[in-house]
């Protein structure tokens, strides 16, 4: 399902969804659409503009919100025209499983996008690498990460845009064991020892993106 005001953009996405093997079951130009569209037909995935009608500000992540008290089944993607960092840490932190946050400028590499779009289906966190490379970028005085080597801050990014280990040691060439190494490295140095109670994935990305 899709929300998104500017038409054409919206057209356009549909039109690359259905190539690439989706149903689009609705097409929405605000909140309030949206909203009615799932309550009567919950989608897999809902595709969202952050930026939406009457206030154009983050009207996108609080439907976001409202279709995930809704149900907890439907993937939440949000698509901005810039990086903006503190929307992607809300969804990121207050969301489980089946979210992502993409530049519109994503939807033209096709491939990756219904890439994309299917991983968030699936329950798996997407972050625009675009915003990755920002956050890495990113230095502060209290910089958690600051211990990191450079190659622990690549295995850390590609984490925090959903990747398994495996996927880690294709996109890295690196072996298996390389790359487990490096996972207990991160999270050694940030602190995070063994407990059953928390998921130390999910806790090292979050420090990623705090910093």
């Not at 840490?89 to 994309?116: H, I, N, P």
């Amino acid at each position: 399902m899709l929300a998104d005001d500017a038409v054409l953009f919206r057209e356009g996405t549909a039109r690359v969804l259905i190539e690439a093997g989706f149903e689009v079951t609705g097409q929405a130009g605000d909140v309030v659409e949206l909203l009615d569209l799932i309550r009567r037909d919950p989608p897999a995935v809902a595709i969202i503009d952050i930026r939406m009608p009457p206030g154009h500000s983050a009207e996108g992540i609080e439907a976001a919100v409202e279709i995930r008290r809704m149900s907890t089944d439907v993937g939440l993607l949000l698509l901005s025209q810039h990086v903006e960092t503190h929307h992607a840490m809300r969804l990121m932190t207050e969301f489980q499983g089946g979210v992502g946050y993409l530049l519109k400028d994503r939807v033209s590499d096709l491939a990756t996008f219904a890439s994309d779009v299917r991983r968030v289906a699936n329950g798996d966190c997407v972050i625009d690498p675009e915003l990755v490379a920002r956050l890495v970028d990113k230095k502060r005085a209290d910089d958690p990460l600051a211990d990191l080597t450079e190659r622990e801050r690549s295995v850390l990014a590609l984490m925090a845009q959903g990747r398994s280990n495996s996927a880690l040691s294709a996109e890295l060439y690196l072996s298996g064991k390389t790359i487990e190494a490096h996972v207990r490295s991160i999270f050694m140095k940030l602190n995070l020892p063994l407990d059953a109670g928390d998921h130390r994935r999910v806790l090292a990305v979050l420090a990623f993106l705090r910093s």
